[in-house]
T-cell receptor, first 114, second 114 residues
Framework: AQSVTQPDIHITVSEGASLELRCNYSYGATPYLFWYVQSPGQGLQLLLKYFSGDTLVQGIKGFEAEFKRSQSSFNLRKPSVHWSDAAEYFCAVGRKAAGNKLTFGGGTRVLVKP | EPEVTQTPSHQVTQMGQEVILRCVPISNHLYFYWYRQILGQKVEFLVSFYNNEISEKSEIFDDQFSVERPDGSNFTLKIRSTKLEDSAMYFC????????????FGPGTRLLVL
C-alpha cells in the first residue's frame, strides 16, 4: 500500500529565508509525486509534480522539489519565502492505474514571520 | 484557465438527512474523484469514477455514499443518511486522459452535520 509521511507538522520561517519541507513516501514502483498547497479556507492548488525524467522539478510560485529514489523522498524547497507562502502544504503520491487515487501526507503548516 | 467548481461552498444539515454535493469537473476531463478532509486530519480518498462507473473506492465509501454523473457536466456525491462523523471538507477532483495524471481540485464543500 502506498503511504506518505510529512515529518514536520509546523514550520516557522522568516520572510526572505529559505524553506524546505520534507516528504517521504512508500510505494512499490516508481511513484507519481505531487505537492499541493492549501491556503486558509481554500482548495488544493497544484504546486508541482514528478512523473519521470529530471529529478529536480520546478513549479509555480518559485517552488522546486527533488525526487530522490534512494531516500524515498520528494522534498519541497523555496530559496526565499514571501509572506503569501503561509499555508498548508501537502505531499501526495499516485500511481499509474485506472483509478489513480492520490494518497496524501498529513500536511505541513508553514508560518511566515515578518 | 479552466477549473473545477463545487456547490455549495458550505452546507449544514441535520443528522440522518440526505445531502448531495455537486461538482462541475473541467470539461473534456474523463476521470473524477471525491476526497474528504476531516478538520485537522489528512485528505482521504473516497472514490474514483470513469466511464460512468466507479473504478475504485475506499473503505470509507460505504453504502451510505453514492456518486453519479447525471449529465455531461455534473458529478455528484450523495450521502443518504448523514452522521456526525461525516462533517468534513469534501473535495472534487478531475483529470484528463490516461497519461495526464495530474488531478485538479475544486475549492471544496464544507459539510457540517448537527
Amino acid at each position: 500500500a502506498q503511504s506518505v509521511t510529512q515529518p514536520d507538522i509546523h514550520i516557522t520561517v522568516s520572510e526572505g529565508a529559505s524553506l524546505e519541507l520534507r516528504c517521504n513516501y512508500s510505494y512499490g514502483a516508481t511513484p507519481y509525486l505531487f505537492w499541493y498547497v492549501q491556503s486558509p479556507g481554500q482548495g488544493l492548488q497544484l504546486l508541482l509534480k514528478y512523473f519521470s525524467g529530471d529529478t529536480l522539478v520546478q513549479g509555480i510560485k518559485g517552488f522546486e522539489a527533488e525526487f530522490k529514489r534512494s531516500q524515498s523522498s520528494f522534498n519541497l524547497r523555496k530559496p526565499s519565502v514571501h509572506w503569501s507562502d503561509a499555508a498548508e502544504y501537502f505531499c501526495a503520491v499516485g500511481r499509474k492505474a485506472a483509478g489513480n487515487k492520490l494518497t496524501f501526507g498529513g500536511g505541513t503548516r508553514v508560518l511566515v514571520k515578518p | 484557465e479552466p477549473e473545477v467548481t463545487q456547490t455549495p461552498s458550505h452546507q449544514v444539515t441535520q443528522m440522518g438527512q440526505e445531502v448531495i454535493l455537486r461538482c462541475v469537473p473541467i470539461s473534456n476531463h474523463l476521470y473524477f474523484y471525491w476526497y474528504r478532509q476531516i478538520l485537522g486530519q489528512k485528505v482521504e480518498f473516497l472514490v474514483s469514477f470513469y466511464n460512468n462507473e466507479i473504478s475504485e473506492k475506499s473503505e470509507i465509501f460505504d453504502d451510505q455514499f453514492s456518486v453519479e454523473r447525471p449529465d455531461g457536466s455534473n458529478f455528484t456525491l450523495k450521502i443518504r443518511s448523514t452522521k456526525l462523523e461525516d462533517s468534513a471538507m469534501y473535495f472534487c477532483a478531475s483529470r484528463g486522459l490516461a497519461g495526464a495524471e495530474t488531478q485538479y481540485f475544486g475549492p471544496g464543500t464544507r459539510l457540517l452535520v448537527l
